[in-house]
């Protein structure tokens, strides 16, 4: 990292950190707006921070600046035995960490979360961190950790540390290493009794003994929750100024523990508890907001990387340090040539939160008919709606859409002509058994506590589903609509049925497998209709037909969806199977953990409420067009 002048040991640290901060906000070097609102949050503090207590020590900040570019030397490729010159936006995120204080002569920041680009040197410098608090931060018995999901992951970091000591004369002095040549394990301070070590979380379940000065946690969008992190800031209340360091790239996990992070990053440097979509800095604090150092790379909200190379800097601030805008080109040929690798190229290179690779609804086009919308607005006794149940098992999420027409769009086909398609209002009701529910939250990771406080997910009294409570829902609501027809799969259904019969409920019961290579009888009723009507005859309900009208409606935005981030996320997680020899595909889980029920009760219930309809639909998938476009209206 040798392409920046070094600065001359008259420069303060004050100044080299304002010095970033300024050719932001004036533009000079092209930033993303976290960045940019760090920094004005960064000059705010400097004018206004000593009266809530909180102050600029340059000593502090030149102390670890000197550590990085007197001792450290680079390791591998083409920085190997180089000095570590740190580039401008490390200053700002060295300087600010050491040098900000508070009023009692501590470090001011406890955590910090950086989010840039692969290849941006996040690892290195924060191995670096970990070597300063492990020799030079005056700390007695002082324990640093590597921590990731993975042991490998964790090596990774430590391995960067174990590399820059061996290169550095002083720390060879200093430090010994156990585990042999390559195989360290180990940095030991024993003048201080200090020790540094990589640790996953299986490796340490039990937390026990953890007293953490430093815990540096790498790549946090692959931790599959907040275990490890809570256990290391557990042991932090034996520590006087101890750092929880986070670095990671963008992820594709919107329940994760790395996108909480991240969403408060973002807060935190706007000044905002409830920024705007454009994060317009505010500049307030809050309990714990001054505890937290803020770097997240993200392009804004125009922002094309694809087509527009001058914003490739603002989530890739070494570009042409440590990767070349060569590299970052010829992803996006990548990117442009092969569709399908376009996520993950916009999630490591430009810091786009993408959903899981392989899901079934870009987010971006299901947030295009999301809407708050009452469902009191659509009652009437005379209003037809259909439905779709999806029935788990006792200890699991039962699902229950309702798909009601609400009139008609005209459509244009290819050769021109136009026809009239059928539009609808759509909202899904879910439920859970009330006395599990904080133990599959943490299972499946999602706030489903939240969810049911929010009115989101129904939980019932229990630990087991119980259909009657389901059966009276649907009871309820055929008291404000007509119910035409109830769309099921055969799992469980018996039961249901018997409970629907138990109050008195007489509902047109249509069987929808959800598979792919099952389809339904026709149903008897329509298909007299359709006779009587000229019409061609109902197919009957399977789950590749019911897809189809669903990714159609949405497209067309012929529907509205109630919002609601349980079906958000339903629609994220589901993904497709392997197609069959005629392309059929049919919904499955893109990770373990996550319920795709309500994506499944949805389709059922459009299935239902289009087949056999005698307006012509478009049927379909637009995402097997090779000239079909989300950028567009």
């Known amino acids: ?11 303060s640290a004050l100044e080299r950190v304002s010095a970033y901060a300024q050719a932001v906000h004036d533009g000079a070097i092209v930033a993303g707006p976290h960045v940019r609102n760090a920094c004005r949050r960064h000059f705010d503090d400097l004018a206004k921070g000593e009266a809530r207590g909180v102050y600029w020590d340059d000593t502090s900040a030149r102390r670890v600046f000197n550590f990085f570019e007197r001792k450290l030397r680079l390791s591998e490729g083409q920085f190997d ?75 990774i970091l430590f391995r960067d540390a174990v590399k820059m000591m061996r290169q550095s004369p002083d720390l060879v002095k200093k430090i010994k290493p156990s585990g042999g040549f390559e195989r360290e394990y180990n940095l030991a301070h024993l003048k201080t009794a200090s020790f540094f070590r990589p640790m996953s979380k299986e490796a340490g379940k039990t937390g026990s003994g953890l007293r953490p000065h430093f815990a540096l946690c790498d ?5 599959p929750g907040p275990e490890i992190m809570r256990m290391l800031e557990a042991g932090f209340k034996f520590r006087r100024q101890p750092l929880l360091m986070m670095i990671t790239n963008s992820g594709s996990d919107r329940l994760s523990v790395c996108w909480r992070e991240h969403e408060m990053a973002c807060a935190v440097a706007a000044g905002t508890q409830t920024p705007d979509e454009t994060y317009e800095y505010v500049g307030e ?19 094309d990387p694809l087509e527009d190379d001058s914003c490739w800097m603002k989530t890739n601030p070494l570009m042409g340090v440590t990767v070349s805008k060569e590299y970052i080109a010829s992803q996006v040929a990548f990117a442009k040539n092969f569709p399908s690798d376009a996520p993950g190229i916009l999630r490591l290179y430009f810091c ?55 009139g008609h769009k005209e459509m244009e086909r290819p050769d021109g002509t136009k026809f009239l398609a059928p539009t609808f209002d759509a909202w899904v009701d879910s439920f859970t058994p009330a006395d599990t529910l904080k133990e599959r939250a943490e299972a499946d990771k999602a706030p489903y506590l939240e969810w049911a406080a929010k009115g989101y997910l129904t939980p019932i009294p229990g630990e087991r589903i119980r259909y009657d409570y389901v059966a009276y829902s649907v009871l309820q609501a055929s008291k404000k609509f007509d119910i035409k ?15 629907c019969g138990a109050l008195g409920l007489e509902l047109t019961h249509r069987n929808h497998p959800q598979g792919g290579l099952k389809r339904s009888r026709p149903d008897e009723a329509l298909v007299e209709q359709a006779e009587a009507e000229g ?35 339903a629609l994220m997680a589901a993904t497709f199977s392997k197609p069959d020899a005629l392309g059929n595909k049919y919904l499955v889980k893109s990770l373990a953990h996550r319920r795709i029920d309500a994506a499944v009760a949805l389709c059922m219930a ?26 567009g209206g």
């Not at 027809?485 to 409970?499: I, N, S």
């Open 1 to 11: 990292m040798t392409k920046t002048t070094k600065t001359t040991s008259t420069t």
């Open 81 to 155: 035995n180089q000095p570590f010159v740190l580039q401008p936006m490390q200053e700002f995120i060295l300087g600010s960490i050491f040098g900000w204080k508070r009023a009692d002569g501590t470090r001011r920041f406890r955590r910090a979360y950086i989010e840039a680009g692969k290849g941006c040197g996040k690892s290195p410098l924060v191995g670096g961190i970990g070597l300063y608090g492990l020799v030079y931060d005056n700390e007695p018995g002082a324990q640093i950790y590597a921590a990731a999901a993975t042991k490998d992951q964790a090596s």
């Open 219 to 223: 790549e946090v969008h692959e931790h």
């Open 285 to 303: 604090t809050w309990p714990g907001s001054d505890e937290l150092f803020s770097y997240v790379c993200a392009l804004d909200k125009d922002d």
């Open 352 to 406: 786009v939160w993408t959903d899981a690779h392989s899901s079934w609804m870009p987010r971006k086009t299901v947030e295009t008919v999301m809407r708050d919308f009452n469902v009191s607005e659509n009652e009437g006794k005379n209003k037809p709606v259909f439905l779709g149940v999806d029935l788990s098992s006792h200890k699991d999420m039962t699902c229950v859409a309702y798909v009601l027409p609400t």
């Open 485 to 499: 027809a109830v769309a099921y799969d055969q799992y469980a259904y018996a039961e249901f049925m018997e409970e």
């Open 535 to 569: 019409l061609p005859e109902p197919g009957g309900l399977w789950m590749p037909g019911s897809i189809r009208e669903v990714e159609s409606l949405i497209v067309d935005r012929r529907i509205r969806l109630r919002s609601n981030p349980l079906v958000m996320t």
């Open 606 to 631: 459009v299935g239902a409420a289009l087949d056999g309809a005698p307006v012509p639909v478009v049927a379909t998938s637009p995402w097997d067009d090779p000239n079909f476009s989300l950028n």
